[in-house]
């Protein structure tokens, strides 16, 4: 299970998004403090940290010298303000991403997941039954002839993948498809996604093995997935 480290002050967000966090199957560390986030550093190894900038007996920026001095944790700072000064030193002191509050839930588990791709946290490659997805290329094939998807299929592909095992209902996929390629998404249009992209990927679309559905609760990934 993936380890997130979390500093926050705000009580109600830390408890917010642990629990989110913990949804998407990610176990959670939670520090309100630089002190306390510092001393939780020592002899505890982190797939990724989230930080606040703006602390009550510091800012975010320590924790973040703290954990990159020896280690290549990613790290994503959480600003309440989009102040471009505050942004450019994080990134400067070696933070992998940030993001702006107030922020979607869904945009923020996808920046982890695509932080975790990109440092080798995470998988790149899934295989599910006859497909082979390589999120690193962006490539799909299919009995290993590449398939065509527009920039939402594809997006959407990529939510099952990200949410191997977890049901996932159809409120979630429009909160993760919402003004994607600039498309409005609503729940009529979703089903007409979900029907091109079996067209797709399936072996037989009236029979699917990949996105199964689960009457009345949502969508399933189904067949034999395997990460590398």
Request: net charge negative; with cysteine; glycine share 8%.
């Given at each position: 299970m993936m380890q997130i480290f979390l500093?926050?002050?705000?009580?109600?967000?830390?408890?917010?998004?642990?629990?989110?966090?913990?949804?998407?199957?990610?176990?959670?560390?939670?520090?309100?403090?630089?002190?306390?986030?510092i001393?939780?550093?020592?002899g505890k190894k982190f797939d990724l940290a989230l930080i606040d900038i703006s602390l009550p007996d510091g800012n975010g920026f320590a924790v973040?010298?703290?954990?990159?001095?020896?280690?290549?944790?990613?790290?994503?700072?959480?600003?309440?303000?989009?102040?471009?000064?505050?942004?450019?030193?994080?990134?400067?002191?070696?933070?992998d991403d940030y993001i702006t509050k107030p922020f979607r839930p869904m945009e923020l588990i996808a920046r982890i997941k695509a932080t975790l791709r990109k440092s080798g946290g995470a998988p790149s490659a899934f295989e599910i039954a006859s497909l082979h997805v390589d999120t690193a290329s962006g490539m799909v094939k299919k009995h290993g002839r590449e398939v065509f998807l527009s920039a939402l299929e594809y997006?959407?592909?990529?939510?099952?993948?990200?949410?191997?095992?977890?049901l996932i209902t159809r409120s979630k996929l429009l909160d993760e498809l919402w003004d994607a390629a600039g498309e409005f998404v609503n729940d009529n249009t979703l089903t007409v996604y979900i029907k091109r992209?079996?067209?797709?990927?399936?072996?037989?679309p009236a029979?699917?093995?990949?996105?199964?559905?689960?009457?009345?609760?949502?969508y399933k990934l189904g067949g034999q997935s395997a990460a590398e």
């Open positions: 500093v926050e002050d705000d009580k109600a967000i830390a408890k917010n998004l642990t629990l989110l966090l913990s949804s998407e199957g990610f176990a959670v560390s939670h520090a309100a403090t630089q002190k306390e986030a001393s939780m550093l020592e973040c010298t703290a954990i990159k001095t020896g280690t290549d944790t990613p790290v994503i700072f959480l600003t309440a303000s989009g102040d471009e000064a505050s942004v450019v030193t994080g990134l400067n002191m070696g933070a997006r959407l592909l990529l939510v099952f993948l990200n949410n191997q095992g977890n992209l079996r067209e797709k990927i399936e072996d037989d029979n699917p093995q990949i996105i199964l559905t689960i009457r009345g609760l949502g």
